[in-house]
């Protein structure tokens, strides 16, 4: 009985959003296509938790690549009404797009629908395929979505005044506040050949945004052959560098998402180089044969990795 009571109380704790890990509020809810852990401390935890999990909904729905109502959709016909946060959004995409030289390609719909990476239904097109939805301008921005939901989640954290927060958004992980012992957080980064492994921990203090990119996180086979949801807009196939991921520390969450997809369909040269140029973040670059570098302004601990200087 007592067993059955103790199970009852783990789900019901768990389907409330209270209870995990000592935050004041936490749990997961299924969001934009992946697990999202929220973790929330302070007094007006649990209405922060709940205006968070509408605000990442809402979210998910605005920028649906698929609806034909959603704003990424509005994006590309003329004419169409979008509220000011949603231009300015666009805005920044496309300002990035050019940052990156257009390794990262908001408008990159006609490729990623048809491999089947929006819907699910995956296919190889044909080379006259891959030709004709080179020429497709609607937008897909998926690569930025969750960086910037991340963004939007400290707005009203902050707002909200709550202490501090941890949120997992499907492997965007946002750091809010700084812990009561004033302690770092403690982040790990995903092996991409070990499903449950990590190469090392990063740690880092008050509001970050920790985003990943690879290959490993969706993909599929045909005929042996793997191919992954990281296009190469300059080619229409799925990237092919030397790159497994990137992992990218930044404090804006939406440059952060960018710069993770854009590096890795770069390739570990011209990445580094384009951190050797910009001073607003750090990265985590793992590549195919297994090494681990790390750029000079970060700590990875707990793994065997080479720290990448600004003169290299
Ligand atoms: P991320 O997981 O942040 O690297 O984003 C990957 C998602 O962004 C894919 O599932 C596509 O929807 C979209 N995408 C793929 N390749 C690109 C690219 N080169 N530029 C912009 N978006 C992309
Ligand atoms: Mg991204």
């Known amino acids: 009985m007592k067993k059955i009571v103790a199970l009852l109380l783990a789900i019901v704790l768990l389907l409330c959003g209270c209870g995990q890990k000592g935050a004041d509020a936490s749990g997961t809810i299924f969001c934009m296509d992946t697990v999202m852990d929220l973790q929330i401390w302070g007094s007006d935890a649990d209405e922060a938790y709940t205006q968070l999990a509408q605000l990442l909904r809402s979210l998910e729905q605005e920028w649906s690549a698929n609806e034909e109502e959603s704003a990424a959709a509005k994006l590309d016909q003329q004419d169409a009404e979008l509220t000011q946060e949603q231009m300015a959004l666009a805005q920044k995409a496309l300002a990035l797009r050019q940052r990156t030289e257009g390794a990262f390609e908001p ?4 490729l990623t629908s048809l491999w089947g990476f929006t819907t699910g239904q995956y296919r190889v097109p044909t080379p006259e395929q891959i030709t004709e939805g080179m020429q497709s301008t609607r937008w897909d921005l998926g690569a930025v979505i969750k960086g910037y939901a991340g963004d939007r989640a400290v707005q009203l954290l902050q707002a909200m005044e709550v202490d501090r927060a941890l949120l997992n958004l499907g492997g965007n992980v946002q750091s809010y506040g700084t812990k009561a012992d004033g302690s770092a957080w403690v982040i790990g980064v995903r092996d991409p050949k070990d499903p449950n492994g990590t190469v090392g921990n990063l740690e880092v203090t008050g509001t970050c945004s ?3 990119s690879g290959g490993y996180q969706r993909y ?3 005929d042996g052959v793997r191919y992954h949801h990281i296009i190469d807009p300059k080619t229409g196939y799925p990237s092919d560098s030397d790159l497994a991921s990137v992992t990218v520390v930044c404090t804006d969450g939406m440059t952060g998402d960018v710069l993770s997809t ?5 390739g570990y040269e011209k990445a580094v180089a384009h951190w050797q140029q910009h001073d607003d973040f750090e990265a985590v670059f793992i590549l195919k044969d297994g090494t681990v570098r790390v750029t000079e302004g970060i700590t990875l601990t707990g793994g065997s ?3 990448i200087g600004r003169e290299n």
Not at 262 to 266: D, E, G, K, T
Request: hydrophobic content about 55%.
């Open 220 to 222: 599929f086979e045909q």
């Open 107 to 110: 408008r990159i719909y006609g």
């Open 305 to 307: 990795c080479e720290v």
């Open 262 to 266: 854009a590096l890795f369909v770069m």
């Open 210 to 212: 920790v985003i990943t």
